[in-house]
């Protein structure tokens, strides 16, 4: 092994990518054809999120060294961060056939099922992996979270335990545990392994995320809907589909029911009401609460920059929308009202947006600025009085609940 490629995998082992690469780099420039430094630098290229030069640079690295396992595990592992888990799965599928007895790669196998909601076989190829190696550190953790989304949290933290006493160092394992704690609804108990993560691996996003989210679970609304949110990610997407139809349709037999019975209506109308502001609150709870979280003096210090990007659309949204109402509460403008409920319905996509990643993201994206334009359009008309404002006032509307059947299409695939 050459001097570059050995530092760059001791800087590889410190998370030290940047240093990594170019060390890698060196060595290709004296070695040009050698597959490991190609897949290597791949890993690097991905944590910096240049996710078409780690592509590349697998891709190569397979074509240098088809027999090279990892090479085959580097692909899977870039194909998982971009979210390609059919095409990751196949590589990883490859690594193993050449080299079954890696524990590496079935942890890397367990994340792609953990990924595709398919928590059994996700349990399963982890526990392979701790067969070959009964300390993997990745492998107990992979094993933990699938038996939290199969609803199994007493072996879940007693794993966890497991690889903290073991390794009580490990930044992931902290993480990990700081989720089951959260889940438990101890977001107390969660916030110090949350921090203890931090401190280890001050860069681990999955630890930063928990901190924000045990934050936000001291607020008793808050803690609903993340109880909900756990429970529904647990789910298969064909359950979670089951569960947001048969939300709505029981809405709507309600609805029917209070319609055609005045006497009873008095009594089924607070809970629709109460349904509609569950429904509401499925797509903005997360930015609305992250934007009460900013007047917290460490809590804002926790939010990611698209946290706060998020938070600030979601925040301008609902001023823009409650001052047109205070506007028409004294003036009695119509288009005031028109504005304020038009700035409260964009809410819903703007927040619906940010839940999702790549094309996905885009996709909802679009619709949502067609149906910012189409908003902008309408209060325009209505100002000058023109009867097309009507039209498209409710075709506004329409967007609005179909966004939440297409960002949940997006979603659950």
């Known amino acids: 092994m050459s001097a570059h490629l050995d530092r760059a995998q001791i800087l590889l082992e410190q998370s030290r990518f940047e240093l990594a690469e170019k060390e890698l780099r060196l060595e290709l420039a004296e070695d040009p054809d050698h597959p490991l430094p190609h897949a290597l630098l791949a890993l690097c290229l991905a944590r910096a999120k240049n996710f078409k030069g780690a592509l590349s640079e697998a891709k190569l690295a397979i074509h240098l060294g088809p027999d090279l396992a990892f090479s085959h595990y580097v692909l899977a592992s870039v194909l998982d961060d971009q979210e390609r888990y059919a095409e990751a799965e196949a590589a990883v599928q490859e690594a193993l056939r050449l080299d079954p007895e890696d524990p590496d790669y079935f942890a890397m196998l367990s994340q792609i099922k953990l990924n595709q909601r398919q928590w059994p076989e996700a349990l399963e190829s982890a526990e392979r992996g701790l067969q070959l190696d009964s300390e993997h550190v990745s492998c107990t953790n992979l094993r933990a979270i699938a038996l939290v989304k199969l609803n199994r949290k007493e072996e879940a933290g007693a794993t966890i335990a497991t690889a903290l006493r073991r390794d009580p160092e490990n930044a992931i394992s902290h993480a990990n545990q700081g989720w089951t704690l959260l889940q438990r609804h101890e977001p107390e108990k969660a916030m110090e392994h949350f921090r203890e993560a931090l401190r280890l691996d001050p860069e681990l996003d ?179 009085d023109i009867a097309l404002a009507g039209s498209l006032f409710w075709i506004f509307l329409l967007g609005i609940f179909a966004f939440q059947w297409v960002a949940n299409a997006l979603l659950m695939r």
């Open 206 to 384: 999955w630890a930063r995320e928990g901190i924000v989210e045990a934050l936000k679970a001291r607020h008793f609304i808050y803690r609903i809907m993340l109880g909900y949110f756990f429970w529904m990610s647990r789910l298969s997407s064909r359950a979670q589909w089951g569960v947001v139809i048969g939300g709505y349709l029981g809405y709507r037999v309600l609805l029917s029911f209070a319609e055609n019975n005045p006497a009873a209506a008095p009594f089924i109308w607070p809970v629709l009401i109460l349904y509609i502001i569950f429904a509401v609150l499925t797509w903005v709870a997360r930015p609305l609460f992250n934007l009460l979280l900013r007047l917290h003096r460490f809590g804002r210090l926790a939010l990611s920059r698209e946290q706060i990007v998020a938070s600030n659309w979601v925040g301008g949204c609902l001023g823009f929308a409650l001052l047109n109402l205070a506007v028409w509460l004294l003036t009695n403008h119509p288009t005031a009202l028109i504005a304020g409920i038009t700035g409260g319905a964009m809410v819903i996509p703007i927040a619906g947006s940010f839940y999702a990643a790549g094309k996905r993201r885009r996709t909802l994206m679009i619709y949502t600025l067609i149906l910012g334009g189409l908003a902008v359009a309408m209060l325009i008309l209505d100002l000058f």
